[in-house]
């Protein structure tokens, strides 16, 4: 009898170590693994990218404070880890983009007179030494972008009178004719993205805070917009195909907000079709789109901001990671890779992950079947059907449990 108390206590013992060492693990692997950091700036400096076709363009940006401030460019290969500096001479840091082998950046140069810094913009393909110049200069720029070996600029040109002191607008420039053309736009453009003959951008015709998303044909300059501008705010947009995704804020005052509530919507050009990806009762950060996968990242937890992955074949969302962000930082998505920034050690980083990585534990299934219903209201969000906070592994958690006590149950019995 006294084996018997002894065997069982030792097996129950046994089994509820198991229990201690397992389950901190099964909790520890909720939180997405497979993490990279690929780049971690100097203290003080901050870390952009863009990521395309196993490239990243980084930039290390250092602002004027008591030391002089200063901008470094580098290309990291994802396949190979490595990373090499580019030629840059005084790069702005943040008006740049790659597409292939391809990036082009804005170099600053400053003069002499009273007109103000030259805005240089300097094309670097990875088979030449040096940076080819477009010879047109501008006095602001604030977007670039490459589509189809043309570039795509958002800016004012010093050169063209018709621009307007402090506008910006959209100019697309043709490296083989070396021709440089205006549209004419009405509003202040931004947030332009290219893919195919389409650009996409946001302009402030209406007005201030008022802003709405617009489509341009590159072959024949005709541009839409999408939405009524009398129904919110819409802003950010990214276009990859004939897939348009984009932000949508029923509240034109809730850039004055702290706690607002944005829907993530996407538009499909052949149809003309719009349906409601997110709505996480949250801010959202700047949506991008790749082939059928979106990625952002929200506060919907009231916590760090979270990234984010929805896959439109599957129709299923998937969390990607957990930032140290209490603002939202730039998320990025090139095929499989998933890039964003973050703060680590009080140091910013910029990290990735393959989506091959991702599992569907790492779901939010409620928050799936919130969105779909809100799809079916017309994007009406209900705040209390979300949890104060998704943990993901728990069913994994739970059936261990069960697993383990249905063995102590039994030993019970035998012994």
């Given at each position: 009898?006294?084996?018997?108390?002894?065997?069982?206590?030792?097996?129950?013992?046994?089994?509820?170590?198991?229990?201690?060492?397992?389950?901190?693990?099964?909790?520890?692997?909720?939180?997405?693994?497979?993490?990279?950091?690929?780049?971690?700036?100097?203290?003080?400096?901050?870390?952009?990218?863009?990521?395309?076709?196993?490239?990243?363009?980084?930039?290390?940006?250092?602002?004027?404070?008591?030391?002089?401030?200063?901008?470094?460019?580098?290309?990291?290969?994802?396949?190979?880890?490595?990373?090499?500096?580019?030629?840059?001479?005084?790069?702005?840091?943040?008006?740049?983009?790659?597409?292939?082998?391809?990036?082009?950046?804005?170099?600053?140069?400053?003069?002499?007179?009273?007109?103000?810094?030259?805005?240089?913009?300097?094309?670097?393909?990875?088979?030449?030494?040096?940076?080819?110049?477009?010879?047109?200069?501008?006095?602001?720029?604030?977007?670039?972008?490459?589509?189809?070996?043309?570039?795509?600029?958002?800016?004012?040109?010093?050169?063209?009178?018709?621009?307007?002191?402090?506008?910006?607008?959209?100019?697309?420039?043709?490296?083989?004719?070396?021709?440089?053309?205006?549209?004419?736009?009405?509003?202040?453009?931004?947030?332009?993205?290219?893919?195919?003959?389409?650009?996409?951008?946001?302009?402030?015709?209406?007005?201030?805070?008022?802003?709405?998303?617009?489509?341009?044909?590159?072959?024949?300059?005709?541009?839409?917009?999408?939405?009524?501008?009398?129904?919110?705010?819409?802003?950010?947009?990214?276009?990859?195909?004939?897939?348009?995704?984009?932000?949508?804020?029923?509240?034109?005052?809730?850039?004055?907000?702290?706690?607002?509530?944005?829907?993530?919507?996407?538009?499909?050009?052949?149809?003309?079709?719009?349906?409601?990806?997110?709505?996480?009762?949250?801010?959202?950060?700047?949506?991008?789109?790749?082939?059928?996968?979106?990625?952002?990242?929200?506060?919907?937890?009231?916590?760090?901001?979270?990234?984010?992955?929805?896959?439109?074949?599957?129709?299923?969302?998937?969390?990607?990671?957990?930032?140290?962000?209490?603002?939202?930082?730039?998320?990025?998505?090139?095929?499989?890779?998933?890039?964003?920034?973050?703060?680590?050690?009080?140091?910013?980083?910029?990290?990735?992950?393959?989506?091959?990585?991702?599992?569907?534990?790492?779901?939010?299934?409620?928050?799936?079947?919130?969105?779909?219903?809100?799809?079916?209201?017309?994007?009406?969000?209900?705040?209390?059907?979300?949890?104060?906070?998704?943990?993901?592994?728990?069913?994994l958690e739970l059936s261990l449990v069960a697993v383990i006590s249905g063995l102590v149950l039994i030993a019970g019995k035998r012994y």
């Amino acid at each position: 009898m006294h084996d018997h108390a002894s065997r069982k206590t030792q097996i129950l013992f046994s089994l509820l170590l198991i229990t201690g060492i397992i389950l901190p693990g099964v909790q520890a692997a909720g939180i997405p693994g497979d993490e990279v950091t690929i780049f971690t700036a100097e203290e003080g400096a901050y870390a952009y990218g863009i990521v395309d076709s196993g490239n990243i363009l980084i930039s290390e940006i250092y602002p004027d404070s008591d030391e002089p401030g200063w901008v470094k460019l580098y290309r990291y290969n994802i396949s190979r880890a490595s990373i090499v500096t580019l030629p840059a001479g005084n790069p702005d840091g943040i008006n740049m983009d790659i597409c292939g082998d391809t990036i082009i950046w804005a170099e600053i140069t400053e003069k002499n007179d009273f007109s103000g810094p030259e805005i240089t913009l300097n094309i670097y393909p990875d088979r030449e030494d040096m940076p080819m110049e477009i010879p047109d200069k501008f006095k602001s720029v604030s977007d670039l972008k490459l589509v189809n070996g043309n570039v795509v600029i958002t800016g004012r040109d010093s050169f063209m009178l018709n621009s307007g002191s402090g506008m910006s607008d959209i100019y697309i420039y043709y490296p083989d004719e070396k021709r440089l053309i205006h549209q004419e736009i009405p509003g202040r453009q931004g947030s332009v993205s290219a893919s195919g003959d389409y650009i996409v951008f946001q302009d402030d015709r209406y007005g201030q805070m008022k802003n709405t998303v617009h489509i341009m044909n590159l072959k024949n300059s005709v541009s839409w917009q999408i939405g009524d501008e009398k129904n919110g705010v819409f802003s950010s947009p990214d276009i990859s195909g004939e897939k348009v995704v984009y932000r949508f804020d029923e509240d034109f005052g809730s850039f004055l907000k702290e706690e607002v509530s944005q829907q993530l919507l996407l538009t499909e050009i052949s149809t003309n079709k719009t349906k409601i990806i997110a709505s996480p009762g949250a801010r959202i950060s700047e949506p991008k789109i790749d082939g059928d996968n979106i990625v952002w990242s929200d506060r919907r937890y009231k916590e760090h901001y979270k990234i984010w992955l929805y896959d439109l074949n599957e129709e299923r969302e998937t969390l990607v990671a957990v930032t140290g962000n209490e603002y939202p930082g730039a998320v990025e998505i090139s095929g499989s890779t998933v890039m964003w920034s973050d703060f680590v050690d009080g140091r910013s980083t910029l990290k990735i992950r393959e989506m091959s990585s991702l599992k569907a534990s790492d779901s939010d299934p409620l928050y799936t079947e919130t969105t779909q219903q809100n799809s079916e209201n017309k994007g009406i969000n209900d705040q209390d059907k979300y949890p104060a906070e998704r943990k993901s592994g728990t069913s994994l958690e739970l059936s261990l449990v069960a697993v383990i006590s249905g063995l102590v149950l039994i030993a019970g019995k035998r012994y």
